[in-house]
């Protein structure tokens, strides 16, 4: 079994932050989400706290560390770390360490995005993924010049226009709002570079059985819905002849114990935190959380990726600790999926 970590991506500024957060989220409709900045409130530590995050990722012999994307934050409100050079940071520190973002795919033009990943994978001494996700904030789409009900076209566009740049093929594509015409560019990615897609619906899932080679859950995803959206999933892949790598996206804290975890989480969960209930994160000691895994495989989930629900460095540092004494272990004895 695999286990991978997705690293925070969006940090508080001021004081201010949280009270700003709390406003937005209360006016959510109900089952509503929002992501909250969490961590130091220096850019500089922030970006210090990164780097020593990614060592704890590599010290615990994690498989997979990615990165996340948001646009057009309020700098009054938060900080939002660009994907593309966080990775460039970060590999330096992470080695041969599988990497990859998530890149809200709207929001970029193929060529650049192509070019970018290339350049990646020039320096990188492991496999990179690049998750594409449609993204849902009407308010990013405005900044872009975009209407929100363009997202899934321009996705798909994304993703038929990146496989051929990545190949190094002369690509023709006469979408709707991608046109390229045996458009070529480089630098052709001299590792192994896959293309997932994210998604938290059933079409999000069939969705990526047609066009990915990888489909990652939504983080707030109930058990049920689970089931059946990996359901579609592997018959869309198996339908399209693509390969099935569900990957399963679940929120983290490993704690000195169940008590300590539970206390920690549970007063995270008071002051507010986003959309879902509390059977969806992966909470307690390192036993438990092992568990928890243990059933989330028997479900058919061989990969995981993990982000800590804490802000608290220290914390999140400890918790990785845990993560990679008592947890891999286990983890690595177990045998792949049929």
């Known amino acids: 079994m695999k286990l991978g970590t997705s ?112 350049t990646l994978a020039a320096f990188a001494q492991g496999p990179l993924v690049a998750t594409l996700a449609l993204g849902e904030n009407e308010r990013q789409f ?17 993703v ?24 070529r560019t480089g630098p052709s990615p001299r590792i192994p570079v896959s293309i997932w897609l994210a998604g938290t619906v059933r079409a999000a899932a069939e969705r ?13 995803v109930t058990r049920g819905e689970l089931v059946e959206q990996l359901d579609t999933y592997r018959e869309a892949a198996a339908r399209h002849g693509r390969p099935a790598l569900p990957v399963l996206r679940r929120d983290i804290y490993v704690g000195e114990s169940d008590r300590e975890a539970e206390r920690v989480v549970s007063e995270i969960l008071s002051e507010g935190y986003r959309g879902g209930s509390r059977d969806q994160l992966l909470v307690g000691s390192a036993s438990t959380v092992t568990e928890q895994l243990e059933d989330y495989r028997a479900l058919g989930f061989d990969d995981v990726l993990v982000r800590h629900i804490v802000g608290d460095h220290e914390q999140m540092i400890q918790s990785f600790k845990r993560i990679g004494e008592m947890i891999m272990p286990r983890l690595r004895a177990l045998a792949p999926l049929a």
């Open 208 to 220: 990526a059985g047609r066009l990915g080679d990888g489909w990652l859950t939504g983080q707030n």
């Open 7 to 118: 690293l925070r991506f969006l940090f508080p500024v001021s004081s201010t932050t949280f009270a700003t957060f709390r406003e937005m989220l209360d006016a959510l409709p109900p089952g509503g989400f929002i992501e909250r900045p969490m961590g130091a409130i220096s850019t500089e530590t922030q970006a210090a706290n990164l780097v020593d995050v990614a060592a704890a990722v590599r010290d615990a012999d994690l498989d997979m560390l990615i990165v996340g994307d948001h646009h057009a934050v309020p700098p009054t409100y938060a900080n939002s770390f660009s994907p593309i050079p966080t990775l460039g940071r970060l590999m330096a520190t992470t080695g041969s360490m599988p990497l990859g973002a998530v890149f809200l795919a709207p929001f970029y033009h193929p060529i650049v995005l192509a070019e970018q990943i290339g």
């Open 160 to 183: 038929r226009a990146l496989r051929g740049l990545l190949a190094g093929e002369a690509t023709t594509i006469e979408g709707r709002y991608c046109q390229l015409d045996a458009v």
């Open 142 to 158: 405005a900044a872009f010049g975009m209407e929100e009900r363009s997202r899934i076209v321009r996705l798909e566009e994304t």
